[in-house]
């Protein structure tokens, strides 16, 4: 049904009308009777041993409630804060995880872990409360430095030369092979720049227990609430799942630091029984860059191999991730199953070979970050690719048009485990280029020079693994969970809906595509469709948004719900119609017995299924209600081309965008202007983390770029409009056709900007944030 | 925040008494440093004095030979209001929007902060600092990090600027607080040349190589080739001590360039 | 304690609040007007952004006592689904909002904007909107957005 509200029309948003009139409902805006203040004691070393915390002060500051440590939670048999992706060494064994401890017990790993919590009647009372807390600590060197890490003192008992895992990917003697039969040889060394998410809307908890069910409520800022309840009661040992009520209410944005299950929550549902009334935390910004999971933090070496005639033959890449102090939930999977196995980009290189080693430093935990593995991935290919074009002498386009997989390669097996279903890599390629005027570009850096100025163009064809995940593949590759996603249909009485997604929308837009989707489905208003998501007691278990999953995973389960729906639709219409189920048609709200002139509409059959007069009941149950369960066949491959084009002040080092072209592949779109949306706000991040954006610890272990006096956030006029566009390849094993649109952005667009910028400076390679003094540094020859 | 008693003073001499008589009180002017550094519990004070109540400390006005604006006078006041052009351009570039409609040019130089942007329009310009007792020179005002030659319950009640015959000011802002990095003001009244840096040392100063030259031709030639001792300056994670002083020098040629 | 009298959103106040009290946490906890946002510590991000006596300031950096006597207006205050500010029509028209935490602020920066500026070019907009951060958007609607209100203002 092609309508002004339907599939691929750009419906405005309806949870718009609560946001913009400020009526939105985030964890902070919400208090409960009796409510306590959590704030959380942390600790200014990086890396030191506990000798003794004495909460007899803060006890006694008027207005605190209680002071815990570390020991209080685990007298309750209070469990680690798991990590839930078992990743295997290249000998076969297992990963070492560590000990997290919510509340530090014997140790300090970071600056900011938190090593207490008090709880008081307001903020300040736990404030003041928290500095009466007397703590000793026996300081120790902390390990900073990625690259030695292996070789620097251990940080945790269990873990040998700090090396969690030393994973590799792909036939190594086939890759060493292509090198040596290789005319020529690119090669790289690559700093992949930690970053801090940021999302607006800090990290927030209020647990409430309430002693006469045992139950236990959470409100808090996550990205996956079912999640969230699985950690909390299988792992944490909280309560029994059905005794753990988890809300996600509006949450202002994630990018992947949500997903985590963290201390904070974990050490504030507990004390609320503890204390026997609801607490409450809500992170300062001070507390988000301290404990908030970090993204990104790799050091590469990377190589790819070519033939004479600019033919990719290998690709040879070895990483040293930095995972922090601990495992976060996901960290394990990120610079591995999200990142070697995207080593083949756009291209045919017949021979991949990726190691990693993932190892523990004194910072904050590094987990998914908006591309997760896919990113940092996308700037080893991208980055190398161009490199080599520069050192052959062979246009950057060319050589990638060289190589590409073409549309009659699909499904596509890469060397590094992955089989691409459909892409177009080349309709993207000129697409962008068409709209980045590749061919006035020497004209357009003859201009900038003659005005004192550089000018430098940029490409970056990236593709991502996205709809996360078939289950089966990523059980087998050590995940701790299912990915499928569920999805409930409920037909009222009057023939509205109501859409329950185990997803959640932290500015996504679910409630609008999701309805676009139901009601294109079913042929009924718009305005008739109401999407529920955040809440464990109201719909089914759910894995939550991430991944670009939510259209892709989430999207197919509704449609498969809705499918259900009316399969048994149909057949109240056939009992109804005195005619049988598979004569009735259903198309855009009605239904229709062939060749006759009957017909019912959508409302008709719903009231009919909630007022079965006459209904066959052995045959035919009331109601209308449908749940689904959809776990995709494989991964969605959204691939694309982005194009950055800067000027470059000489004098001081300061970097411009003056264009920004992305052409991307999502397959189907529901809603074109959410996309486009999408990719603008992913692209910011891509280009902040090329520009602006470093999470910097000093030597000691402080976090210098810790506040937003010393991390840059673009703002506005860092930023130049936007020039996006979508060719589409519909993905050929979901239903909808979708591939997920969230990441693209962030993904594509790091490379293109470096891209640009060494080709402005004429340099093979600069650190990430290329920052003007950097830059001035390159200008200036070192 | 820990707690601590707030005063709306209706007078500067009540303001005064306020202060005098508290063990630890504080000024409050635009706030636009205070209350986060109160927020933070960075600072704890028993008293905070409002100033905003003080008529007398607001305003911007032009006599003939010079411009006079109120210590309590905010930024956007003075960007939208100042007669001398390199000072409404000054004014406008300071923080964002909403801070220029609190700032106060009293609360700034009364500050100090070594990235902030008035000290230089305030030592380049060759100002006047009006307080409740007194008149205190722009050259002796500045006496180092967040440090001046105001007494301990001393106010500034306004700032009096000459009218330059030229006059520009340049920042390269910092990227993320968007303070400066650099800013440099360049302006010549009756034949006399200054150049005033903030951002690059520890207290704003005037770079008196560049002023000579200057004076002998008023031209960014003229300074291209002089180097910036650095030894002094400001190292940190957005600009090395070495990159300040090379943008001093670009700075201060589009100043430069901007009024010759 | 200090006792407050002033307007917000055009209904008159009298309060007692802790000297400390700040603007924003007065306007979310004691008058339940949680659409003002806090997303940081050190007066950047912009999510509180309100007006005082018509002008945008970030209610995290004043205290309620300064407020004394004025008149505060609020994200609620501005106009609510069937008479929206063009300001808010806009930021629904052109997708400028996704997950609406820096919204409040961000609209009544751009109102204040908006009402102080003659007219406004793209790049106006952007260096007009310097006090506040959005994650989502990328911005490019959110000057779309402003562009397009002013024409309605």
Redesign the interface.
Known sequence: MATETGIGASVRRTEDARFITGTGRYTDDINVPGQTYCVFVRSTHARAKIKSIDTSDALSTPGVVAAFVGADLAKDEIGDLPCGWLVKSKDGSDMIAPPHPPIATERVNYVGEPYALVIGETVQAAKDGAEAIVAEFEIQTPVMDVASATQSEQIHESVPSNRSYDWELGDKAATDAAFEDAAHVTSLDIVNNRLIPNAIEPRAALGSFDAASETYTLHTTSQNPHLERLVLAAFVNIAPEAKLHVVSPDVGGGFGSKIFVYAEETAVIWASAKVGRPVKWTADRVESFLSDAHGRDHVTHAELALSEEGDFLGLRVKTTANMGAYLSTFASSVPTYLYGTLMAGQYKTPAIYVEVQAVFTNTAPVDAYRGAGRPEATYVVERLVETAARELNTDVAELRRRNFINPEDFPYETPVALTYDTGNYAASLDKALEYANYSGFASRKARSEADGKRRGLGFSCYIEACGLAPSQVALSLGAGVGLFESAEVRVDVTGSVTVMTGAHSHGQGHETTFAQLVSDKLGIPFENVSVVHGDTRRSDYGLGTYGSRSIAVGGSAISKATDKIVTKAKKIAAHMLDSEEDQVSFDDGIFTIPDSNESLTFGEVAFSAYVPGNFPLDELEPGLSEKAFYDPANFTYPAGTHICEVEIDSETGTTSIVSFVAVDDFGNVINPMIVEGQVHGGLAQGIGQALLEHGIYDSDGQLVSGSYMDYTMPRADDLPDFVVDTTSTPCTHNPLGVKGCGEAGAIGATAAVMNAITDALGVKDLPMPATSETVWRAIQGG | ??????H?AASIEEAKELHTTSDEGAY?AG??TL??T????LADVDD?I?L?GIESLKGVMTSGTSMKVGGMAVH?EVAANATIDALRHLASGI?????R??GTIGGSIANNDPAADYPAAVLGLNATIHTNGRTIGADDFFTGMFDTALGDSEIVTAVEFPMPSRAAYIK?PN????YAVVGVMVSETNGNVRVAVTGAGTCVFRASAMEEALTNEFAAESISGISIDSSSFNS?????AE?RA??VG?MAQRAVSQIS | MVDVTFSVNGKEHSLSVNDNALLSETLRESLNLTGTHIGCDTSQCGSCTVHLDGKAVKACTVLTAQAAGSEVTTIEGIGEPGSLHPMQEAFNEHHALQCGFCTPGMIMAAIGLVNESESLDGDGVRKGLDGNFCRCTGYHNIVKAVLSAQQNM
């Not at chain 2, 923080?95 to 801070?99: E, I, L, R």
């Not at chain 2, 990227?175 to 968007?178: D, L, V």
Request: aromatic residues 12%; charged residues 20%.
């Open positions: 925040m820990y707690s601590f008693r707030y709306r409050l706030g636009m209350i986060p109160l927020k933070q519990r905070v409002d905003g956007n923080g964002d929007p909403q801070v409609n609190r390269f990227p993320a607080s968007r940190d994670i957005h600009a090395s990159y090379h943008l670009v």
